[in-house]
């Protein structure tokens, strides 16, 4: 399966939609995408991982690279994994889990409560 990735902006916040496998082929294309955001100035960034189906350490390492980048910008990472999942039920979930860094990231349940200012992430 490939990788689809959309690009968009809601609420001031640079949205990263992410769908299909990210794995070790496709990986740099996310990295690539983020890079460039951050490049353009944009240092609040929502990765939407609810439509990625599989997830390998090379996808894992492009989050936590992207969670370094931002924050060496002084800026805020947030994903979204499906909000019937988001605590425990999607793949991507029990992967940074099972890897003991589901605990880096601030994980919303959607866009637009990621896109809020006052909105807090959802527990680890």
Do not use: K
Not at 15 to 26: C, K, M, S
Not at 42 to 58: E, I, K, M, N, Q
Not at 81 to 108: K, Q, W
């Amino acid at each position: 399966m490939t990788l689809i990735v959309n690009e968009a902006e809601q609420g001031g916040w640079a949205v990263v939609r992410v769908r299909g496998e990210l794995d070790l082929v496709t990986a740099p294309q996310v990295r690539r995408v983020v890079h460039d955001a951050v490049a353009a100035g944009r240092h609040d960034l929502v990765l939407d991982l609810s439509g990625v189906l599989f997830c390998d350490s090379s996808g894992v390492g492009v989050l936590i690279a992207s969670r370094r980048l931002i924050r060496s910008c002084r800026g805020r990472l947030r994903l979204i994994l499906p909000a019937r999942g988001a605590v425990e039920g999607s793949h991507v979930n029990r992967v940074l889990a099972a890897l003991g860094v589901r605990r880096l990231f601030d994980v919303y349940g959607d866009v637009a409560t990621a896109a809020r200012e006052d909105e807090q992430p959802l527990s680890a």
